[in-house]
């Protein structure tokens, strides 16, 4: 079993920034693909960025540019730093990895970007 906690949502400004956090209770290394989705109003769960092996990031293209994607090590957590927030950001972000072929998901932390 693994636990991903989320944290560092809340409400911002359009061009505002936010870092969340995804703390995760086993040695983040034994954790494959640990990535960041979204779930926006009256849209289905999207994938948004993935750190590879700890290593190779990749972006969706509407964060592309924008968001930054890093896990620590030696603290067991994922980092998404958003910044150039707009209203389209507005959402419920979870991350996600997969341990021993399982996928696991945080509960999600929200996010409000206002006009």
């Known amino acids: 079993q693994v636990q991903l906690v989320e944290s560092g949502g809340g409400l911002v400004q359009t061009g505002g920034s936010l870092r969340l956090s995804c703390e995760t209770s086993?040695?983040?290394?034994?954790?494959?693909?640990m990535g960041w989705y979204r779930q926006t109003p009256g849209n289905q769960r999207e994938w948004v960025a993935t750190?590879?092996?700890?290593?190779?990031?990749n972006y969706a293209d509407s964060v592309k540019d924008r968001f930054t994607n890093w896990q620590d090590n030696a603290e067991n957590k994922m980092y998404l730093q958003m910044n150039s927030l707009e209203p389209e950001d507005t959402g419920v972000y979870y991350c996600?990895?997969?341990?021993?072929?399982?996928?696991?998901w945080g509960q999600g932390t929200q996010v409000t970007v206002s006009s």
């Open positions: 750190v590879v092996n700890g290593g190779a990031r």
């Open positions: 996600k990895g997969t341990y021993k072929s399982r996928d696991f």
């Open positions: 086993r040695v983040i290394t034994s954790i494959y693909g």
